[in-house]
């Protein structure tokens, strides 16, 4: 079996690292991959934009099944046209990737059909947003409309900060949702859908802050852990009725069967009840890492699976993972991240890996001379698997203490505190 995975991130070495583990031995293909990837399979240098190179590609190859790591090729239609030529795709089709690339589109179809999400206003001109400000109040949440890889909201405590993130956004031709502020605790729900069945993954949460104590600006992600004590079998079935499931019907309502990962970002709020904070149209990155590794079934079983239309096989049990086990993964990143950072500093990796450890790969390159240098913001990704989270967080700081980069930043907090890890401060 051929398979293509697309995409250069933690979250693809992630998802190679569990290909390669299959009953199917599959040939991997990586566009582009990162040099984590490299011993996995082979790199190609198409770009994750070029979708007619990765069309050719696949068909030139006999790709038997093409796999979207980040949600841009979605968004520009990548399974649209592999669908049109007979080929598999796990991720939907531009339509169902609205779900993520317009935040309008996710807010109505939530809106329409009772999912439950924060108050918002839709505004395409400044002038009506400034205007909109009135009817919110502090802290202000600012959304851009558009792919923003978890960077284009703004989380304003005055008036002249969200005013200023509008003005920001609009420079840019953004339009933006205003929304009410949620308290609670965050969640990070994977699910995987083939348009008739979902199947969530055990809950992960982010830490998305670039400080400790979560603080600073918002970035991709600083870390995650899985499972989340606060993720209850009873909660998990409240988020399956209440929000996953109708989002898919919903989807299948006007046409979209929704097949790939439907990624709910959800804050429980202090009753209890989920809402969708967003809706994203791929694996989370860097839950993915924490997600994966803990993974009982055959991945490329469930991605056939979800392509064929046959996960009902599975929902008698739901998805399996390893019981108790708990996954910590903290990012590594360059100096400077989410702002400018520098990029080509020499890496060095522990000799040998411990036992219950993972080193991915996220913003790495190679050198002729095969020199790993940085070449992102985020850098590496170490998870930790332990009996206990305390044991997954020790084993992954442990590696994280033994790579070495110039400027080498890092979040010290990740998994320390679960029950308080994602409350808002400002
Ligand atoms: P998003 O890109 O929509 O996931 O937003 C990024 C982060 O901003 C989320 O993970 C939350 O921490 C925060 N956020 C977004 N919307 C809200 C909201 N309505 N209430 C509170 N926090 C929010
Ligand atoms: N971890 C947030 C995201 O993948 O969007």
Known sequence: MKILLIGNGGREHAIAWRLSQSHHQPQLYFAQGNPGMQELGQRLDIDVTDLQGLLLFAQKEQIDLTVVGPELPLSMGLADLFHEYGLKVFGPVQAGAQIEFSKAFAKKLMLDNGIPTAQ?????????????????????????????????VTIAETQAQAEAAIAA?????????????MHGQELSVLAFCDGKTVLPCIAAQ??????????GPNTGGMGAYAPVPLATDELMARIQSTVLEPTVQALQAQGITYQGILYAGLMITPDGTPKVVEFNARFGDPETQVVLPLLADDLVDLMLATVNQTLH???????????????VTVVLTAAGYPG??????????PQYLETDTLIFHAGTKVLPDQRKVTHGGRVINVTGLGQTLEEA?????????QIQFEGKTFRRDIAAQPALALLHKP
């Open 206 to 215: 982010d830490y998305k802050k670039a400080g400790e104590g979560n603080t």
């Open 169 to 181: 956004a609009f420079q840019k031709n953004m339009p933006v949702v205003i929304e009410e502020f």
């Open 340 to 349: 400018d950072y520098p990029k080509g500093q020499p890496i060095t990796f």
């Open 393 to 401: 967080r020790q084993r992954a700081y442990a590696v994280v203490q």
């Open 120 to 152: 918002y206003r839709f505004c395409e001109r400044e002038a009506d947003a400034l205007a909109t400000l009135n009817e919110f109040s502090a802290p202000f949440v600012i959304k851009e409309d558009g792919l923003a890889a978890g960077k284009g």
């Open 313 to 327: 096989d599975y929902a008698p049990t739901g998805l399996r993972f390893q019981p108790d086990t708990t996954a």
